[in-house]
């Protein structure tokens, strides 16, 4: 079982449509988790870091479960600009480990 | 993105020609990484650094040598470039260990 899964894509949406993104992690000590945007060709960005409380930022809403081992990203009123790959991101506890999700491809449409 | 520059952004070479990039932060992270990202792979780790001439391997290490003489600057050494080594090259750092990465813009690599 790979560390961190993601949803296979690609996600194909139309503009204005709500899509949500889940990732499951099986280290159950991991104390870190982040999602990241990259566009093609271009380095990861962070686009938000995922507390236990849920947090929110504009459009977006990410939410962790630790019982079940995940964390989700809600994008509401997607945009054309929103198209790129999403990385869900685990840091497993102390050191200096960093887990990748291996992304899931988002394309938005007119 | 944390003061991140890697040179070169771009670089043509041959097989068998040593290859040198490098990695500058201005935000005294304690933690470097070098990772390599590849058409149907996500990202994969290469080496890192914690501390001044702290490094260990990663993931794909083989053929790759690193060295961290400042806490600044994180080098990354193809001793002998094969064509398997073409690839885009990302450098992060990270703060601490609960902290996440950022990344440099990254170096396109072409061995030819």
């Known amino acids: 079982r790979k560390e961190v899964e993601q949803d296979p894509g690609p996600f194909n949406v139309p503009e204005g449509a709500t899509v949500a993104f889940n990732c499951t992690y099986s280290n159950s000590a991991s104390q870190s988790f982040f999602w990241y945007r990259q566009d093609c060709r271009k380095e990861p960005k962070l686009l938000m870091s995922?507390?236990?409380s849920g947090n929110e930022d504009g459009r977006f809403t990410a939410q962790l479960n630790r019982a079940s081992q995940y964390i989700s990203l809600l994008i509401r009123d997607s945009k054309l600009s929103d198209s790129a790959t999403y990385l869900c991101v685990v840091n497993p506890g102390g050191g200096f480990k960093t887990i990748f999700g291996a992304g899931t491809r988002l394309f938005v449409k007119a | 993105d944390a003061g991140i520059t890697q040179s070169p952004r771009h670089k043509v070479t041959e097989t068998g020609t040593p290859v040198t990039l490098r990695c500058h932060q201005t935000?005294?992270?304690?933690?470097m990484y070098w990772y390599r990202q590849d058409p149907g792979h996500g990202l994969r780790l290469i080496h890192y650094s914690y501390g001044v001439k702290d490094t260990d391997k990663g993931e794909v290490s083989d053929g790759y040598s690193v060295s961290r003489s400042k806490t600044e600057d994180f080098l990354l050494t193809l001793e002998s470039a094969t064509s398997s080594q073409t690839s885009v090259y990302f450098c992060?750092?990270?703060?601490?260990?609960?902290?996440?990465?950022?990344f440099g813009d990254g170096t396109r690599l072409s061995i030819l």
């Open positions: 992060a750092t990270r703060l601490g260990s609960n902290q996440p990465q950022h």
């Open positions: 935000e005294n992270h304690r933690y």
């Open positions: 995922v507390y236990s």
